[in-house]
Structures are given as C-alpha cells and as structure tokens.
C-alpha cells in the first residue's frame, strides 16, 4: 500500500492522520460498487422478471438458426461483433429433424398474466414457456412480435394462487449519461442474475434497423440477458436488454437496451391490434451531405432529402416534392434522416401534420395526413425480357460518365421501366468522382441542380452554368431501372 508506506517514513505525522489515510482507503472501494438503492430496486421488481423458454423443431441437415439471432445489414460498423445473448441452438450433426430448446429473458407488465421479451427470444418457437423465480413453468401463448424494433408480446395464464408481481415502464427520455441502472435476466441459464452499471450513451444508432435509438450501458449483461429488463433506481423499466457488442461471446461492457418511449408505443399496439400501425409519409430519403447541402444552397447541413415520393402516398397529394429537403415535422426538429423515420412511424396514422420543407433555399410548410405503414414485403415485378441492341448507342461523356438517350433497346438491355425519364448512363470512369459516388451503367439521370435533362447536351449546358456559379459540385437525380430515386453530388473540378 504506498499511501501505508509514505506514512511509516514519515514519523513526526500524527496518529490521527494515519488512521484518516486507512479509513479512506478502506471506504474506496465500498463507494465504488454503487449506490445502496440497488438492492432495494432488486428485491422490489425480481419477482416480475421471467425466463423465456423455447422449444423449436429444426432439420439437422439446414442447421440454420437466423430466427434466434437479431439480422444487421450489411456494412454496419458492429456487424463482426454482434452475438446474440443466446446461441443455445445447436445441434448435434447428422439429418432429420430434432427439439432445441433455447432460454432468454422477460418481464412482467400485466398481473392478469402479460409479458414483455424480444422477438429474436421466440422466433421460429413451436412452444413458449414462461419460468418464474420461483420455478414456476406456465405455457404462453405469442400475442404479436414487431421485427424492425425486435420486440414481442406474450400472454399467459397464472396460477389461481399466485399474485404476480408487475412492474412499470418509466421515462427514457429523463435518462441522463452516467446514471445508474440495473439489469436482470438469465444470462446463461443463470435465472434471476442481478448486474449494475450506469448509462454510456443515449440515442445510438448502430445501424441495425430504421428506428435505432438504443441506449447504450455498461451493465454486464450476457446471452440470455435478451428480452430481460434494464431498470433505474426507481424500479422502473427503461430499457429492453436486445443486443451487446462481444468479440468472445461475454460481456465487455457495451451493451444496447431498446428504450421504453420506444417499447411503450410497440407493446400497446401489439396489445390492441396484434400488429404495427407506424405511420407512413411516404417518400423516400436520404442524408444531406455537405456536398448536397451547397448545391440546394441549405446552411448548415441538416434534415432529410427527398429523393423519391410514392404516387399513392400521403406525401403527393400535401405537395412535397423530390428535392424538398424536411427540417421540421409535426413540431420536431428533423436533424437527418433517421430522425424523420423515427418521428414519423411514431406518429398515430391518418394525424394531420405540417411538415416543414427548403425548397430551393426558401422554407415552405406542406399540410399531410398520414397513412399506415404497410411492412409486408412486396413481391418483385418480373424482370423485362432482354432484347437484342440493334446498333451501338452514340454515347457524350460528361463528368466522366458515358451518356446516351433512351431508346427501346436500351430500356430493354438494362431492364428500364417506360415511366422512368431521363438520360441513360452506359458507362462510368473508373477514376472519376461519379464512380466513387457509385454511379454504374443503367443509372438514369432525371434532372440537375433540380432542373429535369432529356439528353447529354441539357446535362453538359446545366453543368456549365453550375461552374459560372462557382459551386463545387453538381446534384444529380439518378433513377435505378424500377424507379427508384436518389441524389448524387458529383464534383464538377
């Protein structure tokens, strides 16, 4: 102990200053095991945390489990460390099909027998079960799931003699960095498993669904945390143990929890209807980049780009148009994208809304009565048959892209549907910024700086004007085949 040892040569120090130095170091590492309130946080709510047992017939031969474990898209930054709280759904090698069984987490929010877990917990399950502290195995039943927030509702019946204990959602929002909460579950089949830590960060997005807005904390949650509670001091949920980032498999101390403004909204839906109403604004958007943001003359860089609006969407009838970008909707700032997709799924379906919008550098207010959200996926329209090019299309370059007019031919080799408008791209420079945009053979350009081209000499005379303006970059309007909008800043130096 080096304080211990400075004293010692030091023996003119008096007795009382000593003892002093010993009680601080003796008290050091009491006060760093949190405040006392989270024993009396545990012992009020473990009765209403749950473990969340499955039973699932799977094909030896398909091995394949992507029910049990939340699916991120391709290229997010956490994609090489996710794991699951709970991969327990292996098998031995050989064919036909087997029972596996899994374990999670859950909780209580209904005495009348209601409860509260991920959706990836159950996914696929053939039966559910909920154990209780006590060992109490009750079957439940799947009341609806919500996939894009990964959460799930189950219902069961308790025992006649049994009162149970439920506990309440509290306000996410009042959360602040560095508070304390607490997290229950059944890590590892090790039901009712108490950790603590405090929050780390708020509203992370990590790039796993269109409404992230996780919070991020450092209690030690494992596999078998999922679905389990996060709560604060005051015994309140305020979070959904979901996802953790875990290069071995245990905890390292980040983890994420799906706040409760978040779970309230989803839980009374899946309770009323079985199912999601998000609203639906209907278009499609995209971030304002820098670049973007000195093309449509927008300082600074901020709200949603319009690169697309449905013909039957709510959007087109209010007005809004591609190109608008939406700083504001329905009283709240809208500072990116996710903001937007956030706010508005939130929003309850057929609410009139204003939705501010820039349109052309000037800020103009659209009236919008939202739809409902449809999250069926849509079949794919079937492909157009390939025709064979006749001649070889005269091609301009411009910007280091090969531009040639529409034809019938063109439409047909690179599957262009006869709606879409524009000027067709055949070919990009490798070296040139349109590539590093990742503009490709059978983009369309629709329009430039929000004026719509019909040929490569509209393009090259928009281009021209854009560099006696002096601005750096060009905003293009590029369609896919089927008609999908975007906008790509090109650099014109």
Same mark, same amino acid.
């Given at each position: ?52 047992? #499955? ?233 304002? #980049? ?56 939130? #929003? ?146």
């Amino acid at each position: 102990m080096p304080a211990a040892i400075r004293a010692s040569r030091r023996p003119r120090l008096k007795l009382t200053a000593c003892l002093a130095v010993a009680c601080a170091l003796i008290a050091a590492p009491a006060a760093a095991r949190g405040p006392e309130g989270i024993a009396d946080v545990a012992e009020k709510v473990i009765d209403a945390v749950v473990n969340i047992s #499955t039973t699932q017939t799977v094909d030896k031969s398909g091995g394949d489990n992507k029910g049990a474990t939340p699916q991120l898209p391709p290229g997010s930054p956490f994609e090489e460390f996710f794991e699951d709280f709970f991969k327990n759904r292996r098998g031995d090698k050989g064919t036909g099909p087997r029972k596996t069984n899994s374990l999670g987490s859950g909780f209580i929010v209904d005495p009348s027998g209601v409860a509260v877990t991920n959706n990836h917990v159950i996914a696929d399950a053939d039966e559910i079960n909920i154990i209780m502290n006590d060992g109490t195995k009750i079957k439940a039943e799947l009341v609806g799931v919500d996939k894009k927030t990964d959460l799930a509702v189950l219902k069961f019946k308790p025992p006649a003699s049994k009162q149970l204990v439920s506990v309440k959602f509290g306000d996410s929002d009042k959360l602040r960095l560095g508070e304390w909460v607490v997290a229950i579950g059944n890590p590892f089949s090790l039901g009712g498993t108490v950790t603590a830590g405090i929050v780390s960060a708020r509203n992370r997005d990590i790039n796993s669904g269109p409404y992230d807005s996780y919070i991020q904390t450092d209690a030690a949650i494992n596999r078998g945390n999922s679905g389990g509670p996060l709560f604060n001091l005051n015994g309140e949920v305020v979070g959904v143990n979901t996802l953790i980032i875990s290069p071995s498999g245990g905890s390292i101390g980040i983890g994420f929890a799906v706040p409760s403004k978040t779970v309230v909204g989803v839980v009374d839906q899946l309770r009323q209807f079985g199912e999601l109403r998000r609203g639906w604004l209907g278009v499609r958007i995209q971030q304002v #980049t820098d670049e973007i943001a000195e093309s449509l003359n927008i300082k600074p860089a901020r709200g949603a780009l319009v690169a697309g609006v449905e013909d039957k969407g709510p959007a087109k009838p209010a007005g809004i148009e591609p190109g608008d970008v939406v700083i504001r909707f329905d009283g709240k700032d809208i500072k990116e994208p996710k903001d937007l997709s956030r706010v508005v799924a939130d #929003t309850a379906v057929g609410k009139q809304v204003d939705v501010v919008i820039i349109r052309k550098g000037k800020e103009e207010t659209k009236q919008v009565t939202l739809g409902k959200l449809d999250d069926t996926d849509k079949p794919q329209p079937a492909s157009a048959k390939t025709q064979p090019e006749t001649d070889k299309p005269v091609t301009q370059k411009v910007l280091g892209l090969d531009l040639a007019p529409l034809s019938k031919e063109l439409r047909a080799k690179y599957k262009i549907k006869e709606a879409v408008k524009g000027v067709l791209i055949t070919g990009v420079d490798a070296d040139s910024d349109a590539a590093e945009k990742r503009l490709a053979a059978g983009d369309v350009v629709v329009e430039v700086a929000q004026e719509p081209v019909g040929s490569a000499a509209d393009i090259k005379k928009r281009i021209e004007q854009i560099k006696k303006d002096g601005k750096k970059s060009a905003l293009l309007l590029v369609s896919n085949g089927a008609g999908e909008l975007r906008f790509v800043p090109v650099s014109v130096q």
